[in-house]
């Protein structure tokens, strides 16, 4: 790696967080502003959407986990930090927003700020951080920024914006061309009107923060990373002071007490590159090696001036499920991974980079109870862990609850759903049967936004029935408001469930002869075993079917037989469709190459 030969003061350093609600252009915006920083080499291949490093962000087209990034413009350095739009990554969020000092608020110049921007944004205020919106896609059509600029000023003194964040400064740009303007009267030019708003209107660490690069030194771990070589890698903001290599520091736990470590290794960053370093001093933000058990909050201190910073507090997890190994009779044949150990060792690790994740041991040996900030939350873990290659099964998600002044509290969220407008109805109908509350609605270009408080049970399974609702074409997004009182039973709509009853493959001659009985979730020779969902019954008992009966064989030559039997096609049993699905009676196997819906004591006595 190459070494960086200056330092940059604290003076020329901006720390900024990108934040958005999802597919507003924010990874987008960031590809361009690399290009034109001269991150990119004359030679040097361009990545598209280069922010959205894992496999599942690009599939999903959403950021997951927060990126770090800088670009140099003149004599200054911006520190760029890509955060997640979901409230269900409401940790990395908080971790990002904890090393910056401004904000970069970009919304779609035709839908002005949504959802996720509310929750994103609320983070953002609460930490005093200086906001610059930029209103990006003004190419589109039916673009009207001033609408746009004029929601934003209503959403923030919705969420309590105090007069100098109400007093922000805004960008016009259109992040696909890299292109930007100060007024909209202005020409579009290069991105130098949204690089000079930045350095003018965040403030640097010296000036919001009193970095004083001769104070005793302080940095604060943010971010965990591990490399096979170096161990696990800490990444923060330098509060106060100067680190170098070789340095003996001291390291104040979160438990508070200290030891000493020495510093191996010291990165900065330039472009997506970590780029070795001897010494960085405060206000930059850095990667730090050579702490092996450093953990998200703790603080790297000077020997003789060992004073922690405050601990990073974060939300506490609302929704929680059991990790088992896989009982099942197909257990082992797919996965790499399947005994308690690897799954335990698996969720620890995990635990420590994401810090918004509980794990603890469950009721039996072979079980964890896994807690995290939501469906979607959860979900991406098992995603993760299935393509790694682990086996293993989980039980229906159930929220938390409290006891609060003598009364049972459990968790409430608030839901902002945009839906066309032929979809409207049927999503209040549904929400008013799961208690959902509604407090706003607002329609415009054919499509409306609807604001609801709702239990967090309330929203268990709602997800995939919200696709089929809008046809794919409804958004939604939840944030944790505050635990209220329990609201009593609350309905669910599914019939009961077709189970298979023998072991093998099912044929088309046993699940046509069976349509009658309901919807299937598999297809002709899929291997099945007893206690097997198989699909959903028409009625709202559970009812066991024998679906690998083969036709028998006659000599008698029928005149149909060379007509082929047309099946209905089955419903595909997705993760997001199996943790919404399952009854608390159930379980969600899952494999690198299948997911299973099974009973959890079928054929037990």
Avoid at 17 to 27: P, R
Avoid at 240 to 247: D, E, L
Avoid at 466 to 482: E, K, S, V, Y
Avoid at 547 to 574: F, G, Q, Y
Wanted: charged share 25%; aromatic share 6%.
């Amino acid at each position: 790696m190459s070494s960086i030969s200056t330092l940059t003061s604290a003076d020329n350093i901006r720390n900024i967080a990108i934040i958005a609600h999802v597919d507003h252009g924010k990874t987008t915006l960031v590809d361009s502003m690399f290009n034109q920083s001269g991150v990119y080499r004359e030679n040097e291949t361009k990545v598209e959407r280069a922010m959205d490093s894992h496999d599942l962000e690009r599939e999903r087209g959403i950021t997951i986990l927060s990126k770090n990034c800088a670009v140099t413009v003149g004599d200054t350095k911006i520190n760029i930090l890509d955060t997640p739009g979901h409230a269900d990554f409401g940790g990395e969020v908080e971790r990002v927003l904890t090393m910056v000092q401004g904000a970069l608020l970009i919304v779609d110049a035709v839908e002005g700020p949504m959802p996720q921007t509310r929750f994103v944004l609320r983070k953002a205020l609460s930490h005093h951080l200086k906001i610059v919106v930029v209103v990006n896609k003004i190419d589109r059509d039916a673009a009207n920024p001033a609408r746009a600029v004029d929601k934003v000023v209503d959403l923030l003194i919705e969420l309590g914006a105090d007069e100098d964040q109400l007093d922000f400064p805004v960008v016009y740009a259109c992040g696909l061309q890299g292109t930007s303007k100060a007024e909209m009267s202005d020409e579009l030019t290069d991105f130098t009107p949204l690089f000079d708003s930045i350095i003018k209107h965040i403030p640097s660490p010296v000036v919001a923060g009193g970095a004083d690069a001769n104070a005793p030194l302080q940095l604060q771990a943010s971010t965990l990373d591990y490399n096979d070589y170096l161990g696990r890698i800490c990444i923060g903001r330098i509060y106060r002071g100067t680190i170098n290599v070789g340095q003996t520091v001291a390291l104040v736990g979160n438990n508070g007490k200290t030891t000493q470590h020495r510093v191996t290794k010291l990165f900065g960053f330039e472009g997506q590159k970590r780029i070795e370093i001897e010494q960085a001093m405060a206000g930059d933000i850095v990667a730090v090696a050579g702490l092996p058990e450093i953990q998200i909050g703790e603080t790297i201190c000077a020997l003789d001036s060992p004073e922690g910073l405050p601990k990073i507090l974060l939300e506490e997890p609302t929704l929680k499920m059991t990790f088992l190994i896989n009982t099942s009779p197909l257990a082992g044949r797919e996965g790499k991974f399947v005994t308690s150990r690897q799954i335990k060792d698996r969720l620890e690790r995990e635990t420590r980079s994401n810090i918004s994740l509980r794990v603890e041991d469950g009721p039996t040996a072979d079980s964890f109870i896994v807690s995290g900030r939501g469906e979607l939350h959860l979900s991406i873990l098992i995603e993760t862990m299935r393509r790694e290659g682990y086996e293993f099964q989980v039980s229906k998600p159930e929220v938390f609850t409290k006891e609060i002044d003598g009364k049972l509290c459990e968790p409430f969220e608030e839901l902002m759903l945009d839906v066309p407008d032929d979809g409207v109805g049927a999503c209040i109908e549904r929400l008013a049967a799961r208690k959902g509350d509604m407090q706003h609605m607002e329609a415009s270009h054919g499509r409306t936004m609807l604001r609801f408080v709702i239990p967090s049970r309330g929203l268990l399974g709602f997800r995939s029935e919200f696709i089929r609702l809008t046809r794919g074409q409804g958004m939604m997004t939840a944030a944790f408001q505050d635990y209220q009182p329990w609201v009593g039973d609350i309905g669910t709509h599914r019939n009961g469930v077709l189970v298979s009853a023998e072991q093998g493959e099912t044929t088309a001659y046993a699940l046509k002869n069976l349509e009658d009985r309901g919807t299937f979730f598999v297809a002709p020779r899929t291997t099945v075993y007893p206690g097997m969902i198989v699909g959903e019954n028409n009625r709202q008992q559970d009812l066991k079917l024998n679906v690998c009966r083969p036709k028998k064989l006659t000599n008698m030559r029928s005149a149909t037989a060379d007509v082929m039997e047309v099946l209905s096609t089955p419903i595909e049993v997705t993760l997001e469709f199996g943790l919404d699905y399952i009854a608390v009676d159930e379980l969600m196997e899952v494999t690198p190459d299948s997911i299973r819906l099974r009973k959890a004591q079928f054929g037990k006595h």
